[in-house]
């Protein structure tokens, strides 16, 4: 069964710091799919990040990075110079290659950007 | 273009009551998911339909059920409702039935006095 886990609930940070959410999965599979969603307080998950377990090479699009480490299992994502409109939800989720598109999401991480 | 829409955006029931709630894909994807999304908790899987065909379910109970129309929207049912039913519910849409993107609508709050 696939399973993510996000240990941090909440995470504040003072405007124009760097904040990185930690996601560490399971599954039993050697292709899946992981991602990070956003969600603000209106409640649409709004899609970030998307990395296909074959390709481990780390990415940087605009203030958004990810470290994608399969020897850990460990999908880590990272924003920088935060700013208010950054304060969500932030949910890692795992898809495995098995007939269906099911996300397993973890608990999400609460960002509190601070002006 | 127009992204994921659900309707209504709230409702409130009663206990034992039946609601349905509606979703219309972004144009052109066949996959429509279902995801149930308590307060304080990642969404879970409930369904997830392709080509009208149920291509996956998640752990609820059967007064959950679902279907998909020619036009690829899709209806949640859920039958003798609960207090524990009330959550957020959201529908996704994806162009492939797997390893595909999904895109969420803004939700339906659903809640059960």
């Known amino acids: 069964a696939q399973k993510v886990t996000q240990a941090q609930t909440e995470i504040s940070v003072v405007e124009k710091e760097d904040v990185t959410l930690d996601c560490v999965y399971e599954?039993?599979?050697?292709?899946?799919?992981l991602f990070w969603y956003k969600q603000p307080p209106s409640g649409e998950l709004v899609f970030l990040i998307r990395?296909?377990?074959?390709?481990?090479q780390n990415e940087i699009s605009g203030r958004y990075s990810w470290n994608f480490q399969k020897s850990t299992s460990s999908f880590n994502f990272t924003i920088t110079a935060s700013q208010v409109v950054d304060s969500a939800v932030y949910f890692c989720?795992?898809?495995?290659?098995?007939?269906?598109?099911?996300?397993?999401f973890g608990k999400g991480n609460q960002v509190v950007v601070i002006p | 273009d127009a992204g994921v829409t659900q309707s209504p955006t709230h409702l409130i029931k009663t206990r034992g009551q039946q609601v349905t709630l509606r979703c219309s894909p972004i144009?052109?994807?066949?996959?429509v998911s279902w995801y149930q999304q308590v307060l304080g908790q990642g969404p879970q899987f409930i369904f997830q339909?392709?080509?009208?065909?149920?291509?996956g379910r998640g752990n609820f109970p059967d007064r959950f059920s679902a279907r998909q129309f020619p036009n690829y929207s899709s209806e949640l049912n859920v039958n003798a409702l609960l207090l524990g039913d009330s959550a957020l519910y959201l529908c996704a849409s994806s162009l492939e039935v797997e390893a595909d993107t999904q895109y969420f609508g803004p939700g339906t709050r659903l809640t059960v006095l």
């Open positions: 339909y392709y080509e009208k065909e149920e291509r």
């Open positions: 989720a795992l898809s495995e290659n098995d007939g269906n598109n099911r996300l397993a």
């Open positions: 144009s052109g994807h066949k996959s």
């Open positions: 990395r296909n377990s074959f390709d481990e």
């Open positions: 599954t039993r599979d050697t292709t899946y799919y």
